[in-house]
């Protein structure tokens, strides 16, 4: 597969499963969470790192920071966005108005870093960077949204059962 094809390729991807986070995201605020929702993704999404295995996606230092700070920087806004409401004695995810443009604006920026690095950066490497930018912003966002819940949680009667 041709360096442009592999980049379209992986692009129509990525925005498949952002398009997919936010669906999932909006049918999430509709039930009560639990800390196992809050806790898991990123454990799940932690397998990725397995790519590392294979040199072509290796990363250097400088990469490897780039990366973790930008991704870092991008969870401020899913943090912003990600509030909790007792509702029946239950903890839901506040719906943000904000929050699917924000997930939108996140993609549309990624994809014009993406179209941009690839020029100068390897595909193998970029992939590898995107997955650490994406696991750096989501770590951070669920440590917020745990701290967010337990306080949450202890505002509940102490007879209220959650799991």
Same mark, same amino acid.
């Given at each position: 597969m041709s360096k442009d094809m592999s980049i379209i390729v992986s692009t129509v991807i990525a925005t498949v499963m952002a398009l997919g986070v936010i669906v999932v995201r909006l049918k999430a605020a509709k039930k009560p @969470?639990?800390?196992?929702?809050?806790?898991? #993704? #990123?454990?799940?999404? $932690? @397998? /990725?790192?397995?790519?590392?295995? *294979? #040199? =072509?996606?290796?990363?250097?230092? $400088?990469e490897i920071?780039?990366?973790?700070?930008? /991704?870092?920087?991008? $969870?401020?806004?899913l943090i912003k966005t990600s509030k909790f409401e007792i509702v029946d004695n239950e903890i839901y995810l506040k719906r943000s108005k904000s929050f699917v443009f924000i997930?939108? /604006?996140?993609?549309i920026v990624r994809i014009i870093m993406k179209l941009y690095? $690839?020029?100068?950066?390897? *595909? /193998? =490497?970029?992939?590898? %960077?995107f997955f650490l930018l994406a696991f750096s912003m989501i770590v951070p966002w669920?440590?917020? %949204?745990?701290?967010?819940? @337990?306080?949450m949680r202890r505002q509940l009667p102490s007879n209220t059962i959650i799991t």
């Open positions: @969470t639990n800390l196992k929702k809050i806790i898991l #993704p #990123p454990f799940f999404m $932690s @397998t /990725g790192a397995l790519m590392y295995i *294979v #040199p =072509q996606f290796r990363l250097n230092g $400088s920071l780039e990366a973790i700070c930008i /991704g870092m920087f991008f $969870s401020l806004f997930l939108l /604006g996140l993609l690095l $690839s020029s100068s950066i390897d *595909v /193998g =490497q970029l992939s590898g %960077m669920r440590l917020a %949204m745990y701290k967010s819940y @337990t306080k």
